[in-house]
């Protein structure tokens, strides 16, 4: 990987549902800090069938930033249906997903751009170590959130402990060599770097800030989801037991897969 800051161009994938309150926020605050750092960059927004202003907002900032896109989802909806839709749009040489409710600080898209640049194929956050910030996250949300997460790191053996995250970055050839995508909804979150793990890419764990919504709702409910994420998880679980010796080696990985198997509904539903 070039360790030139000007080769290495960063896709931003932001799935958005019925987040007029907090895009417009969300976006800027992404264009101004890797602007400000001169990273070049793409922000492509996933309008996953919103019902409010999102879409009118995403195309009135299309038309005034040249670094933002807009991609317009049709039924049926679906969180990681939008980022599998994001992932087939990118131009970069990385991509970072990033949620669209302002809960992710742009400023670490900074910390994870100069991992991948340092060669490491993926960067990963983690909001539960000494010196991050994480403000109003949910109390019953944070005790599921640390038991999932004791669950995959015994189930794997790792010492990682943020799986769950959505906000994490990938060289784009791991987007590749990991596809065909099967989760349509959140579990999409575990399914990326459990994939990208088990197939042997390296990755960097670095300290992120989270911040709890100040306005909208939260798209992810946790009754209807675990299952999802069980099912995600065991999935690659078996993976790595059962066919990891068919894959090939990262370093094997570098021609483009066909970008229809990104979108590949899988039975996640």
Not at 2 to 26: F, R
Request: charged share 25%; proline share 5%.
């Amino acid at each position: 990987m070039s360790t030139d800051k000007g080769c290495m161009k960063l896709s931003i994938v932001i799935p958005a549902h019925n987040e007029e309150d907090c895009i417009e926020h969300t976006v800027r605050g992404i264009v101004d800090t890797l602007s400000g750092h001169a990273i070049p960059h793409e922000v492509i927004v996933v309008d996953d069938n919103s019902l409010d202003r999102t879409s009118e907002i995403m195309q009135r900032l299309s038309a005034e930033i040249a670094t933002v896109r807009v991609i317009t989802r049709s039924p049926p909806p679906g969180f990681g249906r939008a980022i599998r839709d994001g992932l087939c749009a990118i131009t970069g040489d990385a991509v970072a997903i990033v949620m669209g409710d302002a809960s992710d600080d742009p400023n670490d898209l900074c910390l994870y751009y100069d991992s991948l640049r340092q060669g490491y194929d993926c960067a990963f956050g983690t909001r539960f170590q000494k010196g991050t910030e994480v403000r109003d996250y949910p109390v019953v949300k944070l005790m599921v959130n640390r038991l999932a997460n004791s669950f995959i790191r015994v189930l794997f053996g790792i010492r990682y402990n943020d799986m769950t995250n959505a906000f994490k970055a990938y060289n784009a050839r791991v987007i590749r060599a990991i596809s065909p995508i099967q989760a349509n909804h959140f579990n999409i979150t575990v399914e990326l770097p459990l994939k990208a793990l088990v197939r042997g890419f390296s990755y960097a764990v670095v300290p992120v800030n989270w911040y709890g919504r100040k306005s909208g709702v939260s798209k992810l409910t946790l009754r209807q989801m675990g299952r999802k994420y069980l099912f995600s998880v065991l999935y690659v679980w078996l993976e790595k037991h059962l066919v990891a010796d068919e894959y090939p080696l990262p370093d094997q990985t570098g021609s483009k897969a066909d970008e229809a198997a990104i979108r590949e509904a899988g039975p996640a539903d």
